[in-house]
């Protein structure tokens, strides 16, 4: 009889496990979609010459498009972690009585890795989307003035009790600010190589299973948090393109233009 207990118990805790996984998993993925939602132009006698495209219109396609990816996912992530809040405690319940020992500090460093990851490439000159790197200093200082906002405004105005019995428990800072520098990181870098933004957002979603696992946050904290790191990242991004109005569309050799912008011509 306790053979069969200890069996259910395992067999409930590694449902919630893989739920959680393949949550983040999913998030992952979709953000990595969006990003990737473009073409690239290869210039050059290896491919057809394509005739210039007025810079304004371009821009202001790229900017649109950047806004719809800012909520096209953030908000069914933000909807999907509300939605899960009925489930916050039998989840968390089964969290703790799978490990109960589990305690690591891990997660407050790593949700620094990514946004530590893209501005160490850009101070180091690696060569990214942005013009120059005041533009990615800037970009990246609006990003996580425009998530901390969000998350500590939350934060205050609800007082939502963690797992552990602390208080400001929604949304997960911890995860907004690794999923923010993740998106941070795609953008700039993620033309270079599909395993920059892979990388970027594998150690967010670790980050957001990890305060799960420590009993610092239920899984709608963590969801809404990821979505807020998003939305922020892409917002910053936005405004600055506004703001600088000169980001390299168009590389001497490369350009990245949104498929709608091609057809009008």
Known sequence: MQNTRFYCKYLNFASMKAL???????????NIAAQTDSVSIMWGNRSQMVAPVDMKISNRQFNMNRLHHSFSLAVPVAAVGFAMMPADHAISRRVSGGMPNFNTGVDDYL????LATQLAMSLSGVEGRSTNRWQVVTTD????????????G??????????????????????????????????EYG????WIPIAGYSVATATGVLRILNNKHYASDVLVGAAIGIVSAEL??????????????????????HYEVLKNY
């Open 20 to 30: 959680i996984v393949t949550l983040c998993c999913l998030l992952c993925m979709g």
């Open 111 to 114: 949700r620094f890795a990514p």
């Open 141 to 152: 200082a609006m990003a996580t003035a425009m998530m901390a906002t969000m998350v500590y």
């Open 154 to 187: 939350l934060k205050f105005g609800v007082d939502r009790t963690r797992p552990n019995g602390e208080g400001g428990g929604f949304p997960s800072g911890h995860t907004a600010t690794a999923f923010m520098g993740a998106t941070l990181l795609a953008h």
């Open 191 to 194: 033309h270079k190589s599909v």
């Open 236 to 257: 910053a991004y936005w405004a600055t393109d506004a703001i600088f109005n000169d980001r390299k569309l168009f590389k001497s050799r490369r350009a990245r233009i």
